[in-house]
T-cell receptor, first 113, second 113 residues
Framework: GQQLNQSPQSMFIQEGEDVSMNCTSS?????WLWYKQDPGEGPVLLIA?????ELTSNGRLTAQFGITRKDSFLNISASIPSDVGIYFC?????????????FGQGTRLTINP | NAGVTQTPKFQVLKTGQSMTLQCAQD?????MYWYRQDPGMGLRLIYY???????DKGEVPNGYNVSRLNKREFSLRLESAAPSQTSVYFC????????????FGNGTRLTVT
């Protein structure tokens, strides 16, 4: 089935640094979703992208829907301790005639104070 | 505003035991999903229910059964637990629209010994 490949798998940064991560697919997606999972909790939606080339911000977070529709990027500026967690990209797809949401493997972000 | 509620939060089973994971949502969503999360694997779909009265298999359905009891509730049953089913299980729900985002519960951490 379709797969989303996220990179990097993990990041170790200093507080205040900017963060960039991306998600790629061999297939076209019409929507890209970025989720964040805090330790011990379920993923929470951060940003939704619905159009190729779209650039959307949510506070210090900015995400872009790639022009080819096969990739998406998430940037975090001036990281703070509460940014720690796992970030997932996801996209809806049709598999065997049914609509499903597929997820990347996640990028684990660790911040040193 | 509870959103998606999962019970229990933690469970330890012995191999061969059975149990049911409960999930309820109060957002009047049509679709409900069960995912499992394993280290380095992201979120993998076990079963889903596109609407009340229907259920379908996801990527990893073996060893599980589900019941969409009504529009609010979607349960996941392990008939004979195996150590390979040790995982964190997430229930999620969304509107039926193709690209609407998922809302997750806080997960059930299951250990099978």
């Amino acid at each position: 089935g379709q797969q989303l490949n996220q990179s990097p798998q993990s990041m170790f940064i200093q507080e205040g640094e900017d963060v960039s991560m991306n998600c790629t697919s061999s297939s076209i997606f019409n929507t890209w979703l970025w989720y964040k999972q805090d330790p011990g909790e379920g993923p929470v939606l951060l940003i939704a992208l619905y159009k190729a080339g779209e650039l959307t911000s949510n506070g210090r977070l900015t995400a872009q829907f790639g022009i080819t529709r096969k990739d998406s990027f998430l940037n975090i500026s001036a990281s703070i301790p509460s940014d720690v967690g796992i970030y997932f990209c996801a996209g809806p797809t049709i598999i065997q005639g049914a609509q499903k949401l597929v997820f990347g493997q996640g990028t684990r972000l660790t911040i040193n104070p | 505003n509870a959103g998606v509620t999962q019970t229990p939060k933690f469970q330890v089973l012995k191999t061969g035991q059975s149990m049911t994971l409960q999930c309820a949502q109060d957002m009047n969503h049509n679709s409900m999903y069960w995912y499992r999360q394993d280290p380095g694997m992201g979120l993998r779909l076990i079963y889903y229910s596109a609407s009340e009265g229907t259920t379908d298999k996801g990527e990893v359905p073996n060893g599980y059964n589900v019941s969409r009891l009504n529009k609010r509730e979607f349960s996941l049953r392990l008939e004979s637990a195996a150590p390979s089913q040790t995982s964190v299980y997430f229930c999620a729900s969304k509107w039926g629209k193709y690209n609407s985002p998922l809302h997750f519960g806080n997960g059930t951490r299951l250990t099978v010994t």
